[in-house]
T-cell receptor, first 110, second 111 residues
Framework: AQRVTQPEKLLSVFKGAPVELKCNYS??????LFWYVQYSRQRLQLLLR??SRESIKGFTADLNKGETSFHLKKPFAQEEDSAMYYC????????????FGQGTRLTINP | NAGVMQNPRHLVRRRGQEARLRCSPM?????VYWYRQLPEEGLKFMVY????????ESGMPKERFSAEFPKEGPSILRIQQVVRGDSAAYFC?????????FGPGTRLTVT
């Protein structure tokens, strides 16, 4: 069964410190993975997808099929990174629905 | 483009009443998803619709829940005879070419 696990509900780091939000998945087949972010009082929005291999707002995420992980990283955290982060997997069935992890609330302390 | 619209943003219902949640997709999008987020959990898929068709309702509870997306007007998620366990945030997303665009959600509280 498809599953996405984010083991940390809460993560707190100081401004300027590195950040890593963990995400593990289980999926039979070739996964397509995403990170979504929800800033305070805003809607859920796509941060990045593994296919694009892009860096958005300084964040990167690498798909590791051996470890079935898709951890989100940023070398130097900024206060505006404080938000709720969700890792998601796209099911390649007909609906192409998203399967979400439980989310990690990231707080950047000044 | 105003993005995906949902209304109401907050809805309070007593046990046994009906709840109707509305979703207007982005302009030009004809497919919508509904997701539910229970407290302390991630979003969970409920149903996927295109205009006048339910494509996949595998995530919908078997009873009291229904969804539609008529030819004209918004998609509606209907919950009959609400119970306390239905209290959650309900999100709608419309399907673009490469990603899903989310609405702001409707927070349903059942008292």
């Amino acid at each position: 069964a498809q599953r996405v696990t984010q083991p940390e509900k809460l993560l707190s780091v100081f401004k300027g410190a590195p950040v890593e939000l963990k995400c593990n998945y289980s999926y039979s087949g070739s996964p397509e993975l995403f990170w979504y972010v929800q800033y305070s009082r805003q809607r859920l929005q796509l941060l990045l997808r593994h296919i694009s291999r892009e860096s958005i707002k300084g964040f990167t995420a690498d798909l590791n099929k051996g470890e079935t992980s898709f951890h989100l990283k940023k070398p130097f955290a900024q206060e505006e990174d404080s938000a709720m982060y969700y890792c998601a997997l796209r099911d390649h069935g007909g609906a192409q629905k998203l399967v979400f992890g439980q989310g990690t609330r990231l707080t950047i302390n000044p | 483009n105003a993005g995906v619209m949902q209304n109401p943003r907050h809805l309070v219902r007593r046990r046994g009443q009906e709840a109707r949640l509305r979703c207007s997709p982005m302009k030009g999008h004809s497919h919508v998803y509904w997701y539910r987020q229970l407290p302390e959990e991630g979003l969970k898929f409920m149903v996927y619709l295109q205009k006048e068709n339910i494509i996949d309702e595998s995530g919908m509870p078997k009873e009291r829940f229904s969804a539609e997306f008529p030819k004209e007007g918004p998609s509606i998620l209907r919950i009959q005879q609400v119970v306390r366990g239905d209290s959650a945030a309900y999100f709608c997303a419309s399907k673009g070419q490469a990603e899903q665009y989310f609405g702001p959600g409707t927070r349903l509280t059942v008292t």
